[in-house]
């Protein structure tokens, strides 16, 4: 699988290189060549490969046939809930929340869940708690967008910033036809995704399964 580094980390990547060039040139300036020296140069180091491995973007490809009743999974992570609520923002109703928790280990890029047109793209400011924590999903900065299905279905997606997350991206606008082979934005550092789905879809995961952003499939709409 061919890897690439993700564009919205292009600014990140560079001030944080140019930023352990300066530390590690001033370390061994000051203090010559010593353990201690070694030691920062090492962590920093480090540090930088964290970074390069967190904006990392793999190219994917949904391995299964591509029908409009496909839900796969907008992100790479674990589902950390899976249950009946009620959506109070745009469906005022019952629905089946799907929520993908991801480190800041994991690829952060969002892929589109769901074929249809987008009908509702809407920021809202909020706090910034830990991603996994329910209540995350109605009081941490977060974007909604909504996907109406071929089939009728509106489809609830939700990114979600976390402790350590201060911005999200959200590609797409109202009125454009997506497919799950689209982008849906991008969110740096730790933070979690919520799909809101029809109570009759048949969910395909349970609760800690690992899933990959693009390919994992986790649902299947009944229309």
Known sequence: MRVKLHHEGVNVIIITLITIIAVIIAMFLLIGVRPVSIIVTIICLAIFATVLNFFRFP??????EITPQVVVSSVDGRVVALEE?????VLHAN??????????????ANWVPVAGKVTYVKHHNGRFMAAHLPKSST?????????ETPGGDRIV????AGAI????VTY???NE???ITDFIGFIKFGSRVDIFLPLDTEVLVKLGDRTWGGETLVARLAR
Request: no cysteine; glycine share 2%; proline share 4%.
């Open 95 to 108: 629905a089946i929340q799907l929520s993908v928790f991801m480190s800041p280990f994991n690829v952060h």
């Open 139 to 147: 009081d941490n900065e977060r974007s909604t967008i909504v996907i």
């Open 172 to 174: 797409v606008e109202p």
């Open 157 to 160: 997606v939700r990114q979600i």
């Open 177 to 179: 036809q997506v497919s």
């Open 59 to 64: 190219k994917r490809s949904f391995k299964g």
């Open 165 to 168: 997350a201060r911005r999200i």
């Open 85 to 89: 609520v009620y959506e109070d923002e």
